[in-house]
């Protein structure tokens, strides 16, 4: 087959958005995703109801990336596919969708790694969008991970540092549940921030070893400070709003930047790449930008649609393994966690 013209049918479903995309080698034709809003009346992803959601929505989504992308399935060279981590019910939809489809178009099959997938995000081609050049520190930051990644390669990557408890997202969301903001609260907090002042309450930062993370003490201490507030005056949320915002998002993205300094120090790499959902964040963005100043790194943001799950990212990782000719077979099954 002729590597100029390698068209890819990219599948994610780890949690609860339910995406396709197709590829002309690294080019995104078509990036389509299903949101489920059933979750917003339980305040947080059910699993069940997630993988259910999967079920109704692949065919009509891979049916929309295909007519998008102008192309017939007969065209495509392989489907790749997120095999995890992420949630079980969910995984499995996308990963028995694609084992199907590509045994009946008698195609190649393409694992990917999710985490692989937010980090390679930054190789999609896209005007005016850079890409990173090897090695790179990589920060993936969403409701279920948070790591710093060494990236060596396309392939070769080292988790340098990771949350021992909770993700970022999760601590942004419970916050946002603690303030009673609707999920997902976290874009509510990055908004309702930048009309506070991020200085109005000190909360502490967690003392954990080297290079990895933790949130729980955080969520705990902004929970006790709410309720002692709350005793002491019922208007406290409502009248502090902004500014119990803009000092959440303050701490955590210091949190961030701590470490990611303490990274590039240590391996003396100054070329820092972001993503995951929580890198849609305006503050965490803006602190990124400063940090090319203050400390001498390039950054690297990938456009908004490629931060939260998505199957373009899929796609390019996809695409990088059909050149290394790096198939699986149809025994694969999905992997709720999965190293990268």
């Avoid at 790591?147 to 070769?156: G, L, P, T, W």
């Avoid at 890198?279 to 649609?305: D, H, M, Y």
Wanted: aromatic fraction near 10%; glycine fraction near 8%; charged fraction near 20%.
């Amino acid at each position: 087959m002729n590597t100029q013209d390698v068209y890819i049918l990219a599948i994610e479903s780890s949690c609860d958005d339910t995406s396709a995309a197709v590829l002309h080698n690294d080019k995104v034709l078509s990036n389509v995703v299903a949101n489920q809003k059933i979750h917003e009346e339980y305040g947080g992803v059910v699993p069940e109801l997630a993988s259910r959601a999967h079920q109704q929505n692949i065919v009509p989504v891979v049916h929309q990336a295909l007519s998008k992308a102008n192309i017939d399935k007969k065209q495509l060279a392989a489907i790749a596919f997120t095999r995890g981590p992420g949630l079980m019910g969910s995984l499995l939809v996308g990963t028995s969708f694609a084992k199907s489809l590509a045994l009946g178009l008698n195609i190649p099959l393409i694992e990917v790694n999710h985490m692989q997938a937010h980090i390679l995000a930054h190789f999609i081609d896209e005007p005016d969008t850079p890409k990173p050049s090897f090695p790179f520190l990589a920060m993936t930051i969403s409701g279920g991970h948070t790591q710093i990644v060494k990236v060596y390669n396309h392939f070769e990557m080292e988790v340098i540092g990771e949350t021992i408890d909770d993700a970022v997202g999760e601590a942004f969301d419970k916050s946002a549940k603690i303030l009673g903001l609707p999920y997902p609260g976290g874009p509510l907090i990055d908004k309702y921030a930048q009309l506070g002042n991020p200085k109005a309450f000190p909360f502490p930062k967690p003392k954990v070893g080297e290079l990895n993370f933790s949130f729980s003490g955080f969520k705990t201490a902004v929970l006790y400070f709410i309720q002692k507030e709350v005793k002491e005056n019922p208007n406290f949320i409502e009248e502090n709003l902004y500014d119990i915002c803009a000092s959440i998002q303050y701490t955590i993205i210091g949190i961030l930047i701590d470490k990611l300094k303490k990274a590039s120090k240590q391996t003396g790499i100054k070329q820092i790449a972001i993503g995951g959902g929580v890198s849609a964040n305006s503050g965490i963005r803006k602190a990124l930008k400063e940090g090319e100043q203050r400390f001498g790194w390039k950054t690297f943001v990938p456009k908004f649609e490629y931060t939260t799950d998505n199957a373009g990212m899929i796609g390019i990782v996809g695409y990088y393994k059909f050149l290394n000719q790096d198939f699986t077979n149809q025994t694969i099954t999905a992997k709720a966690r999965f190293a990268l």
